[in-house]
């Protein structure tokens, strides 16, 4: 087996990895790398990422998964190590981090996205009419730039293109959640 960079020095030992709470993107992402790695990390779960992130900085677990921008101020202390981005390329505020690929794990990719939702039944119109607001807004230089420092890549895809993301992501975190044992609350 060969380990996960973040715990070679933890290389054949239970690991504790915390999350930002049970169910949360950070776990499943852990619970993503469990799988694919066929390493045991211990779920420690917390009432937030930012408690999770403190944990980490005052040495009480071995790794966190955290999203870019909660990431940045902690990584920017120089008391914690980026290891890799999950996404298919390079963020531009974390330029010499790699990306999973490159470190070797091109299977382990989490991006956590956002995206506008209407109620079921809400006519066509209605539904393009947000969509081209929302393409209007992300073509705005200064939110661009504000995205981007936060190490967002916003992304706009059509309403048919959400509702393939939201159906493929479905079926993959089934899969992970099941593998993993989680059960609904």
Do not use: C
Not at 106 to 120: D, E, G, L, R, T
Not at 129 to 153: F, I, T, V, W
Not at 179 to 185: F, H, I
């Amino acid at each position: 087996m060969r380990p996960v960079p973040a715990l070679a020095r933890v290389a054949g030992l239970d690991a504790r990895s915390n999350t930002g709470g049970a169910g949360t993107t950070n776990h499943l992402a852990n619970e993503l790398l469990k799988s694919l790695e066929k390493i045991n990390l211990v779920h420690v779960p917390y009432k937030g990422a930012t408690l999770a992130a403190q944990s980490l900085m005052g040495g009480e677990i071995d790794e966190v998964i955290l999203a870019v921008a909660p990431a940045l101020p902690i990584i920017q202390t120089g008391r914690v190590r980026a290891i890799a981005v999950l996404s298919d390329k390079r963020v531009k505020t974390l330029p010499d981090v790699p990306t999973s690929t490159e470190a070797g794990y091109p299977n382990f990719k989490m991006s956590i996205w956002y995206a506008m939702f209407v109620p079921a039944g809400t006519p066509r119109e209605i539904i393009l009419h947000l969509y081209r607001e929302a393409e209007k807004a992300l073509k705005d230089p200064e939110l661009l730039q504000r995205m981007s420092n936060a190490g967002m890549d916003p992304w706009l895809g059509t309403p048919e293109e959400l509702g393939n993301l939201v159906r493929s992501e479905i079926v993959r975190f089934t899969k992970v959640a099941a593998s993993a044992g989680l059960q609904k609350e």
